[in-house]
């Protein structure tokens, strides 16, 4: 099958409202001899973080010698990045050869479910099939696996073979799907912890809600036998932010990364204390391997610089808490300096929200859609954001935004929201 009618098969799959549940990933791995039984994961959920913890641990353990894939989403640059395989400092996504191949089978497969009358797989559902026939072909060691959305009736958690589950940082969003409460959510996202695996969590202590989201997740990993492991953020120190990487000290040993934001020191943290738990468990990790992980781990999309002349940074912000966490990092880089906003946002986000936490540091904001079918048309979101800037600009698409943007090769942009549209900033600027 040819890379373009793949995607179109995908494109067919992931038309309609979303149905949560394992029944239709489940009969669809059956069909294709269950690849995802002879592979270890390391399962990561949360609301914020999942990326960068994510890409933490895949580095380290392809520091230490392993194979790894790494499955994220949604994709930033390319759709072929949500499939990822790690060697020690080579990353390389799946090839469209390879998923024109994985998708003729799985059409084959969705088929026969289909004359057979079983429930049929999401686009989202074919797509973690795809990602576990290529991470079992390519014989990777370890499969670094992101939810997609919640944890317990996330297609993802059709995994059976978990060695290590990791729970970033929890607060609300998905409302309409997960819950109206912290402890709802944390419960779903909580799904993804098996019986006597190891669980390694975020400081909850941190959170707003962190002592209602802390007994949840003890409570589960006691249900399943499991053994819960909790970052210790108090033994941060040293943190050091510059636009070229952050260092800082986690247990009084030094370490360094590329990614940038005053969260990332926390989402290191976690990867650190995973890694530490995976030694435990007799995996060949040095120290030093936790170290040039961290130093080599490249996340794009997460508070990245794009462009440095204009000074163009792209973030995908696109809920409360990550908004927080945006505000902090711009005061932590720029001080009180005015910054100009390309913002697009998903008409199912609590925008207002958003912007209200944001706008206070804007000089000018310039709202935009993206072409997908969730994004809140531009003329509402300049409205909203009126209400916090003097100066809006419909300015209707990425490009026209930037057009803009260019003229002032002074002013620091930041481009937030939506990660759907940060790949249009992207190839902007190449």
């Known amino acids: 099958m040819k890379y373009l009618d793949a995607l179109k098969f995908i494109e067919s799959r992931s038309q309609g409202a979303m149905i949560l549940g394992l029944d239709a990933i489940t009969k669809l791995l059956e069909r294709l001899g269950n690849p995802q039984k002879d592979l270890k994961f390391i399962h990561i959920a949360g609301t914020n973080g999942k990326g960068s913890v994510g890409a933490y641990i895949a580095n380290i353990l392809a520091d230490a010698g392993f194979r790894v894939g790494r ?103 998905h409302m309409q799907i997960l819950g109206n409460t912290i402890e709802e959510i944390t419960e779903k996202k909580a799904g993804i912890i098996k019986p006597d695996c190891d669980v390694v969590c975020y400081d909850y202590t941190e959170c707003e809600a962190g002592n209602r989201i802390k007994p949840v997740i003890e409570t589960a990993c006691e249900k399943g036998k499991a053994s819960c492991h909790f970052a210790d953020f108090k033994k941060i120190s040293n943190c050091c932010f510059t636009l070229k990487g952050t260092a800082f000290s986690y247990r009084d040993v030094p370490y360094q990364t590329m990614l940038l934001g005053e969260y990332q020191p926390k989402n290191a943290a976690l990867a650190i204390e995973a890694a530490k738990v995976l030694q435990m468990r007799g995996i060949a990790i040095s120290d030093e391997n936790i170290q040039n992980g961290l130093k080599q781990t490249q996340w794009k999309g997460r508070f990245s610089i794009v462009s440095e002349k204009p000074l163009v940074i792209v973030d995908g912000a696109h809920n409360e808490d990550a908004a927080k966490s945006l505000a902090k990092t711009l005061k932590l880089y720029f001080k009180e300096k005015k910054i100009a906003y390309v913002a ?13 936490i944001t706008c206070p540091q804007a000089k000018r904001v310039y709202a935009i859609e993206s072409n997908s079918k969730r994004s809140l048309p531009s003329e509402k979101l300049a409205k909203a954001a009126s209400k916090y800037v003097e100066e809006v600009v419909d300015a209707k698409t990425v490009f026209s935004a930037l057009d803009q943007v260019t003229k002032n090769q002074e002013e620091v942009t930041v481009c937030f929201g939506s990660l759907s549209f940060l790949g249009e900033v992207y190839a902007y600027f190449s």
């Open 344 to 356: 697009g946002i998903f008409a199912d986000k609590e925008y207002e929200k958003i912007l209200s």
């Open 71 to 173: 499955y994220v989403s949604p994709a930033v640059l390319e759709y072929c990045e949500r499939i990822q395989i790690l060697e020690k400092a080579e990353c390389r996504y799946i090839s469209k050869r390879a998923v024109g191949k994985r998708i003729e089978i799985i059409q084959e497969a969705v088929r026969y479910m289909d004359e057979a009358k079983e429930p049929l797989p999401s686009g989202f559902e074919i797509e973690t099939a795809m990602a576990f026939l290529e991470y079992k072909e390519q014989k990777c060691d370890y499969v670094v696996l992101e939810a997609g959305l919640g944890g317990i009736e996330d297609a993802t958690n059709v995994i059976k073979t978990t060695d290590l589950a990791v729970l970033t940082s929890i607060s609300m969003d």
